[in-house]
Every structure is written in C-alpha cells, then in structure tokens.
Nanobody, 122 residues
Framework: VQLQASGGGLVQAGDSLRLSCAAS????????VGWFRQAPGKERDFVAA????????VYADSVKGRFTISRDNAKNTVYLQMNSLRPEDAAVYYC????????????????WGQGTQVTVSS
C-alpha cells in the first residue's frame, strides 16, 4: 500500500483545512487508516482513525469535536476535516494504514505516507 497525504498549508487560527490520504497499490477495504501528527521536537501523536469496513472512528481528545475523519470508497481516499484550528495543531500530519481495527498507537501501523505540513498562525 502506498499512501499520499496532501492538503496541508498555512492558515490562521480558527480556519479550516481538509487533508487527504489517497491509497494506491490496493484498496483500503480491509484496513484501518489513521492520521498522526508530529511537531518539532515532539513525538508522533495520534489524531484520528477510521476502520474502512465498519466506519468506526476514533479521535484524540484534543481534536474531538473539531476534526472529522471520513472515507470515500470510490476514490480510495480518507479525509481529515480540521475545523477551528489552533496554533497547537501545527505539525506535520501523516496518514498511515494497518490491517484490522482502528488503533491509536503509531507503532501498530505498517504503511505510512510522506506527511503534509500544517501551519497555524495566531
């Protein structure tokens, strides 16, 4: 599975962005896809994940109510809609895939995209 993350950019606090994670090589049908983020000097943190088959979603407490993860079967793409962005949301965002359930731990994901930068100015 090859993953391509896109959609990052520079926004002001309170703005919205939508990240995309497109898969090639095979479909997501038996996978879970997660979004993670890593700020400079910090560990890679879980943001959200979705089970492709069931649609079950999991969110980090810090983004619950502001971010929404979704999938498009026809496009084999997962989205992360980010609303009410805050300066502390700034990071490189990565999408990742794993076989099975949507989990929070980055070490459980086998396939990773290249990352897309999100910058939020105050």
């Amino acid at each position: 599975v090859q993953l391509q993350a896109s959609g990052g950019g520079l926004v002001q606090a309170g703005d919205s962005l939508r990240l995309s994670c497109a898969a090639s090589g095979r479909t997501f049908s038996s996978y879970a896809v997660g979004w993670f983020r890593q700020a400079p000097g910090k560990e890679r943190d879980f943001v959200a994940a979705i089970s492709w088959s069931s649609g079950i979603t999991v969110y980090a407490d810090s983004v619950k109510g502001r971010f929404t993860i979704s999938r498009d079967n026809a496009k084999n793409t997962v989205y992360l809609q980010m609303n009410s962005l805050r300066p502390e949301d700034a990071a490189v965002y990565y999408c990742a895939a794993r076989g099975g359930a949507a989990l929070r731990g980055p070490s459980t994901y086998s396939y990773w995209g290249q990352g897309t930068q999100v910058t939020v100015s105050s």
